[in-house]
């Protein structure tokens, strides 16, 4: 089998949890970049990977796939290295549930209502939108209360061993952490601040680090 390609910014939360599995299997690969926000939007080309025009998407002998949680999931299955599902059907749904909560709830708030504003445009000379992020605190706070009550007493989101759950929300944390209010809730939840420490000192995200890290 040839090395598959990676298509998207290395600054994406999907695009980076994408390379988390790559890497958390030992599969090597090539990341093409796609900036979907130049003028005119996506290139024509990649449209024809994606008529969304979102990022990722992802080839590999031929196959052709975009949404990241498909994508993760295919390389799990196809490419030898450690599993990233859990053996039992109890176990894969809860991974499931964890990504579902991530994509519907977490992801606007974590990353584009705090991280966005509170980081990303200050740093780019802009000002943040202080009624966004006052509102996204709370949503935020519920989003970290479901994913711990969820993960419990165990090392990851889903039991003792890493998941596709950890590699999807990993990049997301990352971002959120950065702003003051991420950071301070995080203080709320002890468990899941230490894992968000734990999945930061593994090679995979030392390897997969945009800079800056983006959205």
């Not at 025009?53 to 196809?78: K, M, T, W």
């Not at 549930?97 to 990303?120: K, N, P």
């Not at 970290?144 to 890493?162: K, N, Q, R, S, T």
Request: glycine letters at 6%; one cysteine or more.
């Amino acid at each position: 089998m040839s090395p598959p390609t990676v298509f998207g910014a290395p600054y994406s939360v999907y695009v980076r949890a994408v390379r988390l599995a790559l890497e958390e299997k030992g599969v090597p690969y090539r990341l093409e970049d796609i900036d979907i926000f130049a003028p005119g939007g996506a290139p024509r080309a990649y449209l024809r990977r994606h008529p969304f025009g979102r990022i990722p998407a992802f080839e590999h002998d031929g196959f052709q796939l975009y949404e990241s949680r498909a994508i993760e999931l295919y390389v799990d299955d196809v490419f030898a290295g450690p599993p990233l599902m859990p053996p039992t059907p109890r176990g894969r749904a809860r991974v499931h549930q964890v990504v579902g909560i991530l994509d519907s709830y977490a992801y606007r708030t974590l990353v584009w209502d705090l991280y966005v504003e509170r980081v990303e445009r200050p740093r780019h000379g802009a000002t943040g939108d202080e009624a966004k992020i006052a509102a996204a605190v709370p949503r935020a706070r519920i989003c970290l209360a479901a994913l711990a009550a969820l993960m419990g007493d165990a090392p990851y989101l889903v039991g003792a061993a890493v998941t596709l759950a950890d590699l999807h929300a990993t990049p997301m944390f990352a971002c959120f952490a950065q702003a003051r209010e991420g950071a301070a809730l995080l203080t709320e939840f002890p468990r899941l601040n230490r894992w968000r420490d734990v999945m930061a000192a593994r090679p995979s995200f030392a390897a997969t680090a945009a800079a800056p890290d983006g959205a």
